[in-house]
């Protein structure tokens, strides 16, 4: 069993910047394929950022050269470096993971693996 957690959320005004980590602790956790996801209420849960094994990224358009996905296998830790936040950007973010995916996706479905979720707001 893999246990994703999530930090580093916060409230923050409009143009600001936050970065939200994940971390796991088996080893295993860094050849996954994984992303971020979010949830804003009443809203579906949706992609912003994925990175492959072998360190692909994407991004959802509205996203887009706005946020940053890394990671750091030294410290088995993903990473979402979000700058100039809109209010848009509200929501719950989720970092998901898992090992049979050859190639990230922004379908739910495809994650078995869910941190318990950090909020984002924007004001």
């Known amino acids: 069993h893999v246990q994703l957690v999530e930090s580093g959320g916060g409230s923050v005004q409009a143009g600001e910047s936050l970065t939200l980590s994940c971390s796991a602790p088996?080893?295993?956790?860094?050849?996954?394929?994984r992303g971020w996801f979010r949830q804003a209420p009443g809203k579906e849960r949706e992609g912003v950022a994925t990175?492959?094994?072998?360190?692909?990224?994407t991004y959802a358009d509205s996203v887009e050269g706005r946020f940053t996905i890394s990671h750091d296998n030294a410290k088995n830790t993903l990473f979402l470096q979000m700058d100039t936040l809109k209010p848009e950007d509200t929501a719950m973010y989720y970092c998901?993971?898992?090992?049979?995916?050859?190639?990230?996706?922004?379908?739910?479905?495809?994650?078995?693996?869910w941190g318990q979720g950090t909020q984002v707001t924007v004001s």
């Open positions: 998901a993971a898992d090992p049979r995916l050859v190639t990230a996706t922004f379908w739910v479905a495809d994650y078995g693996y």
């Open positions: 990175i492959d094994e072998d360190g692909t990224t």
């Open positions: 088996v080893y295993a956790y860094i050849r996954y394929c």
